[in-house]
């Protein structure tokens, strides 16, 4: 099988993002059934256990207490309520629970609160994921010893675009944290957003960040910008939806055995919009009605979509497998006709 790359060059990105449309996605396509079942979608669920009031000032985020936007400041919510959040999501047919706080980073004293929510949510029988910014080494020991499984932490954008969004933390601390989560033995969830305004050559760039990683992150969240009122993105012009699937393709392409999430901004999109991506290699969302503060479709609805377009939820064990295992999948469907 061919290894994984970890030198992909702007200009092979460009080229991929230039072919024509149909074989962009064969290509994709191809490579997504190499390495996956085609017909299955990891669910996970997010929570915010700590909302809003955060000192950063991401230009794209509802949660930065300098916007307003309406989101007001809560403080961390109890265990009780987060697990009973959690188990609601594991009836709806989530196998994973990721737990967000608007943090800049936690502080110690948090770490043994969000680690008792871990703890609990394991205990459930779901996969944990958690994104509380930025970690020092000791933290993400911390959480991992907890039963962590996932970190997510997002690089967000290409180098080149990301002074233009972010000014409260560097690209380099985003890759320590992320260089803790891995040295703690937790597996990476790091993606980025589309349609804030950047190039094409900066979608190809942030990709390039992303499948450069010394290691490819076993989850790659693509969040198409949502617009909220009171962030300086609000307004941006509206991303073409064709290009947005050709970022998806390239993303399956470059990080092939990688779990690639349709994250936020589904509820903007129309259900073939979402079928096309879901044919470019995405293979994850966020289901529940809720991503942090904005909205995601109802849970019906996803539910119709899964039948409709004959998918079904993916069982912990292959999320575990797409990015472990050294031969590829030969195809469920082909050993089912
Ligand atoms: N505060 C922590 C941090 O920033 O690392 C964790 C939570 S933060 C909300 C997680 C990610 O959500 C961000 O990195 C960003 O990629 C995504 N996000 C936030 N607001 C968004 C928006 N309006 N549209 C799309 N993605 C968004
Ligand atoms: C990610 O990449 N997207 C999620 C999750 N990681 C934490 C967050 C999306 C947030 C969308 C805006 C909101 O609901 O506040
Ligand atoms: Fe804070 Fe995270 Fe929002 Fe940035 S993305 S303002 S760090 S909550």
Not at 29 to 50: C, E, P, Y
Not at 72 to 98: H, N, P, Q, S, W
Not at 206 to 228: D, G, K, M, T, W
Request: glycine content about 8%; proline content about 4%; some cysteine.
């Amino acid at each position: 099988m061919t290894p994984l790359r970890h030198d992909w060059q702007r200009e092979e990105l460009l080229a991929l993002f230039a072919l024509p449309f149909n074989d962009l996605l064969a290509r994709a396509h191809a490579t997504h059934r190499a390495h996956h079942d085609a017909n299955t979608v990891q669910v996970s669920t997010l929570l915010s256990i700590k909302t809003g009031g955060c000192p950063e000032d991401c230009a794209y985020c509802p949660q930065a207490a300098r916007y307003h936007t309406g989101v007001k400041a809560e403080k961390l919510m109890d265990l009780d309520d987060v697990l009973a959040r959690a188990r609601a999501a594991r009836d709806a047919g989530a196998t994973r629970f990721c737990m967000g706080a608007a943090w800049r980073s936690p502080k110690d004293r948090d770490i043994p609160k969000v680690a008792a929510m871990i703890r609990g949510v394991r205990e459930l029988g779901m996969e944990t994921c958690a994104t509380l910014g930025m970690l020092s080494e000791s933290q993400a020991n911390a959480l991992k010893d907890a039963g962590l499984d996932y970190y997510n932490h997002n690089l967000d954008t290409a180098p080149e675009f990301y002074g233009e969004i972010i000014h409260t933390r560097e690209y380099a601390d985003r890759l320590d944290t992320l260089g803790h989560v891995r040295a703690a033995g937790m597996k990476t969830c790091c993606g980025g957003i589309v349609g804030m305004g950047e190039s094409r050559g900066q979608r190809a760039g942030l990709l390039q960040a992303l499948a450069n990683l010394p290691e490819h992150p076993q989850s790659v969240p693509i969040n198409r910008l949502v617009q909220v009122e009171g962030t300086p993105l609000d307004g941006t012009a509206l991303l073409d939806p064709f290009e947005f699937v050709r970022t998806i393709a390239v993303a399956r392409i470059v990080m092939p055995r990688s779990i690639v999430r349709l994250s936020a901004g589904r509820a903007e999109m129309g259900d073939e919009l979402q079928a096309l991506c879901f044919f470019a290699g995405a293979n994850s969302i966020f289901h529940g009605e809720k991503l942090l503060t904005t909205g995601n479709p109802d849970v019906m609805h996803d539910r119709e979509l899964f039948e409709r377009l004959g998918l079904r939820p993916m069982q912990v064990d292959a999320a575990h497998d797409a990015h472990t295992t050294h031969c590829d999948i030969v195809g469920h469907d082909a050993a089912a006709a």
